[in-house]
């Protein structure tokens, strides 16, 4: 029977330490400011959204949801970004992704401030990250490596099959478990005989939004497996890519869908907020 590695519970631990960072930042007479920008009316993004304003509440950083129609050019949104570059108050700046199909993601993410980019998505902040650099580290990736470090899961020395390639998870969580020691394997949504891969791994994370993708069949016995897929079952429900049930009496530690990866994404989103009010006041300071 396998740990089960509770995301909820650990984000809540980290929000509250957070929290006592800006007092302390407020005290100086900081207050982290956070603008996410939402463009269209996706209902996840508007789930997302709202739990990052709570976290923000919660923590004491102002946050402000910047609402653009679905009809609003690439041009406006661009100009708009710009505009928040320049404003002082704004330390972090999100675009909630996905964007509508006629609007060029990476242009826009390209358009936020270094900076501010406190989902770590712009060019320079990836680059840094591939080169050790000091930079804001994407949320999601983030939060599963502070998922395993908080729940003493050792990485260095370990193989860790990672499945899914994407910008957001896959590529960067693979340079972040590298950088911590890891052997790492990239499979993804068209590795053909997936098993013979995770069949070898310490570690899986699996990143691909198919239900039932891993199985008991896929693991060798006491393997950790982190499930960061957000997938809607038939009657609803929000699922993962593992088969919970089945893998939960072969792992070692397992994470849940919901109330694993998802929280920390939200955690390390506010973490990052609050760096970029840190760094923003030591440059104006020097
Ligand atoms: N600009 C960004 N866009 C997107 C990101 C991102 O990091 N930056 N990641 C995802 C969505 N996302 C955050 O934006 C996100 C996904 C899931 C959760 C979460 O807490 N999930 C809960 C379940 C929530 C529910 O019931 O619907 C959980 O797993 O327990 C938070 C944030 C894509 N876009």
Not at 5 to 14: P, R
Not at 180 to 187: L, Q, Y
């Amino acid at each position: 029977m396998a740990q089960l590695i509770d995301g909820k519970k650990i984000a809540s631990d980290i929000r509250q330490e957070l929290k006592g960072e800006v007092v302390q930042l407020q005290e100086q007479g900081i207050r982290p400011g956070l603008m996410v920008i939402f463009v269209g009316h996706n209902p996840a993004s508007e789930s997302y959204i709202r739990g990052k304003v709570r976290a923000a509440t919660e923590i004491g950083i102002a946050s402000e949801v910047l609402r653009m129609g679905e009809e609003i050019t690439e041009k406006q949104l661009l100009d708009r970004i710009e505009e928040l570059n320049q404003d002082e108050a704004v330390h972090g700046i999100l675009v909630q992704l996905p964007l509508p199909k006629h609007i060029d993601e990476l242009k826009v993410i390209e358009a936020i401030s270094p900076e501010k980019d406190v989902d770590g998505f712009t060019p320079i902040n990836v680059g840094k990250m591939m080169t050790g650099l000091e930079c804001y580290l994407p949320c999601t990736p983030f939060g599963i490596m502070q998922l395993l470090e908080r729940s003493n899961v050792t990485i260095a020395g370990k193989h860790v099959v990672v499945i899914g390639r994407s910008n957001i998870v896959g590529k960067p969580v693979s340079m972040l478990l590298q950088r911590a020691n890891a052997t790492v394997t990239m499979c993804h949504s068209r590795t053909p005989d997936l098993a013979t891969f995770t069949k070898q791994a310490d570690i899986i994370v699996s990143a691909v939004g198919r239900i039932g993708l891993i199985t008991a069949d896929h693991l060798k016995e006491g393997a950790v497996v982190i499930d960061v897929a957000m997938n809607r079952n038939e009657d609803g429900k929000l699922v993962g890519d593992v088969l919970f049930d089945e893998v939960f009496d072969k792992a070692s530690a397992i994470t849940p869908v919901p109330g694993g990866v998802g929280p920390m994404t939200i955690a390390m989103l506010m973490h990052n907020t609050i760096e970029a009010a840190k760094r923003a006041s030591e440059d104006s300071a020097e």
